[in-house]
């Protein structure tokens, strides 16, 4: 067994991170490789949870002339295909997973126990969390860090299309600070776009940590879970 840093993951996916260069829907290929680095990672003896985003198929503002609810509603639901394309990706490669979700959809996953996603956990499964919180008004970002909380991760990787914290968009500003590390306060009182408000309250409130890494290049899993200098530690 490679050497580890963390035995419990809680990884956050963006939808978009589904959909390689084509920007929407799912790029099997670009499934394949994340999950190439996930198998790599079960294989070292790290247990894995997943949250996955739906903004490949849709983002609730899109849908600015429906109800919030609606829109909302929608996003959760396009939560599930990316789970069902996770899940495909992963078995194929002989990782045994299980998709719960937080709204029933009893013919294809489980509903989300808590207990039983441990039990999973701990049987070496890849547990896939799809429908966010099972509510509107809030984010995947929010139900990753209360999924890692419930399954007591002992670390949130979330990859992002940008590969750590900027002080401001680095694609917009060249003289934005990267930082390696920063507190939940500093994220907060500087109003850093890291995760949402919400999000990034509760993990400051649940001394959850979290690191923050390009998913553009999948090994930076496998990295960030040997605890190599990567990204931003938020904590």
Known sequence: ?????????????????????????????????????????????????????????????????????????MGIIATAMNGLALQDALEARGVPSRLQTA??????????????????????????????????????DTAAVLRATE??????????AIDAVYSDDPKINPNAVRYEEITYKEVLEKELKVMDITATAMCRDNNMPLLVFGIA???NIVRAVRGEKIGTRVF
């Open 217 to 219: 290049d999948p090994e």
């Open 103 to 140: 709204i029933e959809m009893r013919e294809i996953a489980e509903p989300f126990i808590q207990r039983k996603a441990e039990k999973h956990l701990d049987l070496g499964r890849v547990v896939i969390f799809a429908c966010g919180t099972g509510h509107p008004y809030f984010t995947t």
């Open 1 to 73: 067994m490679s050497e580890i840093k963390y035995k419990r993951v809680l990884l956050k996916l963006s939808g978009e991170a589904l959909a390689g260069e084509q920007k929407t829907g799912v790029n099997v290929e670009t499934v394949g490789k994340i999950c190439d680095k996930i198998k790599e990672v079960v294989d070292m003896g790290v247990q894995v949870g997943i949250v996955v985003g739906a903004g490949n198929f849709w983002r609730g503002r899109n849908g600015h002339q429906m109800k919030r609810t609606t829109a909302d509603y």
């Open 151 to 160: 399954i007591n991760a002992d670390v949130i990787l979330l990859g992002k």
